[in-house]
């Protein structure tokens, strides 16, 4: 695939090549949105713009979401798709489903190709780091796979630093396939632990970054500038709502509106622009719940973060934003 609206990076020094924005089914497909048809012209419409990457995991509605974003998939030339999931969540009450277990990858991986109805991922990700895991037996599971060949790469989420240097470590001992790529979260006002441990430990080693919330669940859009509408991703989470939803946050996201009038665009197209502006980043993960949402996000693509719009964002958003 190639459309010349769309950018399209490298995954750190693989030769992977990914849509610099992506769709991701995080709290979407088979979740708020369930209608069939809404879903196939969503992905269908991101796929015409030229997204080749598509995120989900096997937690996201216990499976559903990978379902319902397969059902899409195959109806598109497979070999133009990067397709991710992920594997660390219990989804079950059995004790072994969970973790990052030698067990758990491989009973997992063969029931998210069921669900997702394609015989490999191109991306398979550890969706957490397992500290009652030795990173050694994760490493192997994952190389193993990738051996079968019903995964191409494999890359960590929301890892330390000292995480994603062990995984790579215990790759590199064990003559492993190591980690290819880091899931971190990056947004406006969320950005202290990327630039200060992600970044660098990535660089270092040569991976990739793909980056999810970008929009900090819509609070970066002016969504929650009047309340908190029913149904809204941050009104169905206590825990994003307490997270984002802070009087500091709420006046940083209006004064932002004025930089984002000036330069002519909306805050959510400003706000994805300033994530793709990152140092190290791949892309950007997106969500949309409808058509009109993701060909809003799409125009992200042609922002430019200036040097002068680059120091105006710091001044509403330090590089401290969500250190804790």
Known sequence: MFNADMQYRYMGKSGLRLSALSLGGWTTYGASVK????????????????VNFFDISDIYEKGEAEKAMGRVFKELPRHELVISTKVFWPMSEDVNDTGLSRKHIFES??????????????????????????AEETAC??????????????GTSEHSAAQIHAASTAAKEWYAYPPRVEQPQLSLVARHRYHTEVQPAIEELG???VTWSPLASGLLSGKYDDGLPEGARLWRSENLRNSYLTEDNKQRVKKFKTLADEVG??????????????????????????????????????????PEVSKRIDEIFPPTMGKK
């Open 265 to 306: 665009v909306t805050r959510a197209q400003l706000a994805i622009a300033w994530c793709l502006a990152q140092k190290g980043v791949s892309s950007v993960i997106t969500g949309a719940t409808k058509l009109e949402q993701l060909k809003h996000n799409l125009e992200a693509l042609k922002v430019q973060i200036t």
């Open 109 to 134: 991986i063969e029931k998210s190709l069921k669900r997702i109805g394609t015989d490999y991922v191109d991306i398979y990700f550890c969706h957490r780091p397992d500290p009652n895991t030795p």
């Open 35 to 50: 209608d069939e048809d809404t879903v196939e012209s969503i992905i269908k419409h991101a796929y015409s713009a030229g």
């Open 207 to 209: 991976m990739g970054v």
């Open 141 to 154: 599971a994952m190389s193993d796979l990738i051996r079968q060949g019903k995964v191409l790469y494999w």
